[in-house]
């Protein structure tokens, strides 16, 4: 049995991929700091599949701890989620995202060198991209100057791979760039948990139901969109999670075609805040306080995945609708919020 270790593997996007990971017969052990995740994540993942992961509270920018945790497991691949990923605070705080960002990623490879393991998954973000000349967005659209230090922090990272990859043939890597990852699983046993208030749109909307927020600050309706909101590309976090299982298993079936490969993972499908809005009214019948309010800085207008690439070569596309995904992530608020 391959054994898979996921940094990060509390955090919401990595525990929805540890669930997958089991599910498709690999042994999982979870790395993670709990800076941003609680311990009791490895309750939901169990009272899905029956397994309770390994576990180990590790730092990853503590080097001593990452080689020792080598020493002792044997690795078949790494997917490497631990970040730190709010962009505002990375505008406050850069040096904090350079060195969690950073300094974990080369200590991970450096593992990798050191124990001959081949497979690594990492994850990127469509944030790379900036304002897009053309959409949909595909792979080789140029990467833009970043617009905060968290994205930078992923184009700085996808270099090291690339370059790592460039002299070590035995090292073979996949970037997967996520666009926009909303929803929960289907149990409610697992989701996002954001810790203070919500940067991202969804659990902002998802709290605000549950009467944790008064109201949803709708950022700007002036844009040059059909609606004037913003257009984002909402990929169910199931759907998201599936594709890493894919990407693992062409990795160890030595199916791709270069030692570093790059995937976009979206649904081809741009929604507006507004449409996000009337959709989760729609699924959970609350009515949504919101307000429209002026932009936020640093958003880009529209961004949204050509997902041919992902498609064709992965053999992976989505499954979910966003109503799913918004449905899913209100029954997740409720059981964390103990409603009805
Ligand atoms: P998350 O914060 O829920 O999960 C990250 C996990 O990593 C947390 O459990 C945190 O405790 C852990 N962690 C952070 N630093 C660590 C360290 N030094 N050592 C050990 N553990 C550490 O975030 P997520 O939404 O699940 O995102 C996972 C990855 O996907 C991140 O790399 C993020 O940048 C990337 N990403 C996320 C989004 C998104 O919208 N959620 C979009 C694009 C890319
Ligand atoms: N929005 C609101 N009100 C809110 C929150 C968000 O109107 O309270 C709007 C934003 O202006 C944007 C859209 O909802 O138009 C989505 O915003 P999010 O903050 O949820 O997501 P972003 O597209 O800004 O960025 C997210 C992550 C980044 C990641 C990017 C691409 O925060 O880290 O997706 O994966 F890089």
């Known amino acids: ?118 497979n690594f998954i990492f994850s990127s973000s469509c944030t790379v991209y900036g304002e897009p000349d053309t959409l949909p967005i595909t792979e080789s659209a140029p990467v833009k100057e970043a617009l905060s230090p968290y994205g930078n922090t992923k184009q700085i990272s996808e270099e090291i791979i690339r370059d790592t990859c460039s002299v070590d043939s035995n090292l073979q890597s996949i970037s997967l760039r996520y666009f926009n990852p909303i929803g929960a699983h289907e149990s409610a046993a697992i989701g996002e948990l954001p810790k203070g208030t919500p940067q991202n749109l969804v659990p902002y909307i998802t709290q605000t139901a549950a009467g944790l927020r008064k109201e949803l600050s709708v950022f700007g309706d002036d844009y040059h969109t059909p609606d004037g909101s913003c257009i984002r590309d909402y990929i169910h976090v199931v759907d998201l999670a599936e594709a890493h299982v894919v990407a693992l298993q062409r990795l160890i079936g030595e199916k791709n075609t270069s030692n570093f490969e790059i995937f976009n993972l979206g649904t081809g499908r741009g929604s507006s805040v507004l449409e996000v809005v009337n959709a989760f009214e729609k699924v959970s019948g609350e009515k949504l306080n919101y307000k429209i309010v002026d932009r936020r800085a640093g958003d880009v207008t529209a961004v949204y995945a050509d997902t041919q690439k992902a498609n064709d070569e992965l053999g992976w596309k989505t499954k979910k609708t966003m109503e799913e995904a918004l449905s899913s992530a209100w029954s997740w608020e409720k059981k964390v919020r103990g409603l009805k």
């Open 1 to 118: 049995m391959k054994k898979i270790l996921v940094t990060g593997g509390l955090g919401y996007i990595g525990s929805h991929t540890v669930v997958a990971l089991q599910s498709k017969g690999f042994d999982v052990v979870v790395i993670d700091n709990l800076s941003n995740s609680e311990l009791s994540v490895l309750d939901g993942i169990e009272e899905i599949s029956g397994t309770r992961p390994d576990f180990e509270e590790i730092d990853l920018r503590v080097k001593e701890d990452v080689v020792s945790f080598f020493k002792r497991n044997k690795i078949d691949g790494i997917i490497h989620f631990a970040a730190s990923k709010a962009v505002g605070e990375s505008v406050e705080n850069p040096l904090l995202y350079y060195e969690n960002n950073l300094n974990t990623l080369v200590y991970l490879l450096q593992q990798c060198q050191e124990h001959s393991i081949r």
